[in-house]
C-alpha cells in the first residue's frame, strides 16, 4: 500500500511562485510513477502534470507548460511540482497520485494524497 501527503500550497499573488512536495510511504512506494492533478469547486479533477518512476520522462498539461515543473527525489520518496507565474485560474485543490504506469488519466490512479490548496489572487 502507498500513502501520500502533499504540503506547499497557500495564497499567493498571480505573477508569484509555489512549490508543492508530496511524499510517499508504505510499501514499494518508490516503484511508482507519480502525478499532480487539480480540482475546482463545480469541476472535475484534472491531469497537471505527470513523471516516471526513473524521472527521465514527464508529461505536462498544454494549460502549465512552461510554468510548471514536476521533478522526484526517490531518496526522499517525494515529489515535487514547482509552479512559476501563478495565475487566478491555477486556483485549485491540487493532489499528488501513484500509479503503476505512466498515465495521465485520473481515473486509472491507485493512490491519491487529502490534496493541498493553492489560491491564487489577482
Known amino acids: 500500500q502507498v500513502q501520500l501527503a502533499e504540503s506547499g500550497g497557500g495564497l499567493v499573488q498571480a505573477g508569484g511562485s509555489l512549490r508543492l512536495s508530496c511524499l510517499a510511504s508504505?510499501?514499494?512506494?518508490?516503484?511508482?510513477?507519480m502525478g499532480w492533478f487539480r480540482q475546482a469547486p463545480g469541476k472535475v479533477r484534472e491531469f497537471v502534470a505527470a513523471?516516471?518512476?526513473?524521472?527521465?520522462?514527464?508529461y505536462y498539461a498544454d494549460s502549465v507548460k512552461g510554468r510548471f515543473t514536476i521533478a522526484r527525489d526517490n531518496a526522499k520518496s517525494t515529489v515535487y511540482l514547482q509552479m512559476n507565474s501563478l495565475k487566478p485560474e491555477d486556483t485549485a485543490t491540487y493532489f499528488c497520485?501513484?500509479?503503476?504506469?505512466?498515465?495521465?488519466?485520473?481515473?486509472?490512479?491507485?493512490?491519491w494524497g487529502q490534496g493541498t490548496q493553492v489560491t491564487v489572487s489577482s
Open positions: 497520485g501513484a500509479t503503476i504506469h505512466l498515465r495521465v488519466d485520473a481515473g486509472r490512479y491507485d493512490y
Open positions: 513523471i516516471s518512476w526513473s524521472g527521465d520522462t514527464t
Open positions: 508504505g510499501r514499494a512506494s518508490s516503484s511508482y510513477a
